[in-house]
């Protein structure tokens, strides 16, 4: 097996500026809180081979001009376990980084627990996860990048704990490690190629790219905005509906713009969150974070598609992160309904369309929704900011869809159109019922909202 990079080499790819912080002194029992024999010298081998005195490097750094916390695991040091010593750098790491308001950035390359140490090892990870509570609470972002292995309780905390988590291509990356599987297990579900997959992981980066990868991740995270992110301009139609139907009809053209093109045209540059972190992903969803006239806002857009509940709950978790950290968010409605089928009642519709409702409801940074295309039901309404929802000229928002809803009135087929017109569900039926603001968004000829 060839050698794995150490953590030097892990922080080299990131930062040419690293300042080694101060470590917690502790006396330490021979052998160990075990008495573990031979620990001591395991130790000391360790030491010698590495240069490193233990599991963890800490310090401050610059990665493309933001300031940081860099933790960076040494796994050439006793397969990178934490221990208590390891434990005792962590939390002077994160402490160092709520003292200064900095993020912190863990390069994590780790087997787990120390075996030499048992449950004191083990409980490193509560120690571990208390810190990175607290600083969640102090609004600072914490990103992960998972190296090769990244196992155990180091992936348990650290690496899938973290608001965004980038991985190296080919990472051996999940909860067991190589040596405790069940006989037979497939190696491909624990490399981080599955875990972006299952929505465990957010993007597999080459190295060669981490460092302007990272250096965005940061400049963005790091950027709050108090005031709302503005609605885009329709970049369809400008002409008002005449009839409910047609505005169905136009929100459904497969020629009206789309989610993808929104963005493309709002933002100078943007990156992506993906997955729910509970085994899914939903193409439909588009969430991330972008730079808007100059500024952050994050995002979180419907393609057009039903909504999956992997969908749901990865922008539930978008807009609890932008809220924490502050930045605005923008949402942009194009579903004809949430996913329906019985695959989507086992993942938890329900439960997820709810975390989002709850989400929108409890976010103190401002969230401004653009409807572009079909607003279909309670699926596309979770994502619809109170008071602050605007619609293009080429969209329609309704209790739900005229078909479903001349089905459930018991009216025959003929009657759809004529439904649709009773829903009032135009851009313009939507300002005059105060669903949707001012008709300025809708006539985009007469006045520039950016200005």
């Not at 301009?233 to 009809?249: F, I």
């Not at 409605?333 to 369309?353: L, Y």
Request: glycine letters at 10%.
């Amino acid at each position: 097996m060839p050698e794995r990079p150490s953590a030097r080499a892990a922080l080299a790819l990131v930062t040419e500026d690293f300042t080694e912080l101060p470590y917690p002194a502790r006396r330490s029992a021979p052998d160990g809180p075990l008495n573990w024999q031979g620990y001591d010298a395991s130790r000391a081998r360790a030491a010698e081979r590495t240069g490193e005195e233990e599991s963890v490097v800490c310090g401050t750094a610059h990665v493309e001009g933001t300031e940081a916390v860099l933790v960076a695991f040494e796994f050439g040091f006793l397969g990178g376990s934490l221990g208590e010593r390891t434990g005792d750098r962590l939390e002077a790491a994160y402490s160092h980084a709520r003292a200064h308001r900095l993020p912190v950035v863990a390069l994590i390359a780790t087997g787990g627990s120390r075996m030499q140490e048992g449950m004191v090892a083990l409980t490193q990870l509560q120690r571990v996860a208390r810190q990175s509570a607290l600083t969640r609470e102090a609004g600072l972002a914490q990103l992960a990048v998972v190296r090769d292995p990244t196992t155990g309780g180091g992936w348990a905390t650290l690496g899938a704990g973290a608001d965004v988590i980038l991985a190296l291509p080919g990472a051996q990356v999940g909860f067991a490690g190589s040596r405790v599987r069940p006989a037979g297990a497939d190696p491909a579900a624990y490399t981080a190629e599955a875990q972006v997959a299952a929505g465990a992981a957010d993007a597999v980066v080459a190295p060669e790219e981490l460092r302007p990868v990272l250096g965005r991740w940061l400049r963005l995270l790091t950027a709050p905005s108090t005031a709302p992110a503005p609605p885009p301009r329709p970049l369809g139609a400008t002409d008002l509906p005449a009839t409910g139907w047609e505005a169905v009809l136009r929100a459904r053209s497969p020629r009206r713009p789309r989610a993808r093109s929104y963005l493309d045209a709002y933002f100078t540059e943007r990156v992506a969150i993906s997955g729910d972190r509970c085994g899914g992903t939903d193409e439909g969803m588009l969430c991330g974070f972008g730079v808007h006239a100059g500024r952050t806002v994050a995002y979180a857009a419907q393609t057009g598609t039903a909504t999956r509940p992997a969908g749901y709950r990865t922008a539930a978790r978008l807009i609890r992160l932008a809220d924490r950290l502050g930045i605005p968010v923008l949402t942009l409605v194009d579903t004809p309904g949430a996913a329906n089928d019985a695959e989507a009642e086992r993942q938890g519709a329900g439960a997820a369309i709810a975390d989002v409702f709850a989400a929108v409801a409890a976010a103190r940074t401002p969230v401004t929704t653009l409807v572009i295309g079909e607003g279909g039901s309670g699926g596309a309404l979770a994502l619809a900011a109170p008071g602050s929802t605007w619609a293009t000229p080429d969209s329609y928002f309704s209790v739900i869809a005229p078909e479903p809803a001349a089905a459930i009135l018991k009216r025959p087929p003929q009657e759809v159109e004529s439904t649709a017109g009773q829903l009032r569900l135009r851009p313009q039926d939507l300002v005059d019922l105060g669903m949707a603001r001012t008709s300025e968004q809708l006539f985009p000829e007469t006045g520039d909202h950016h200005s």
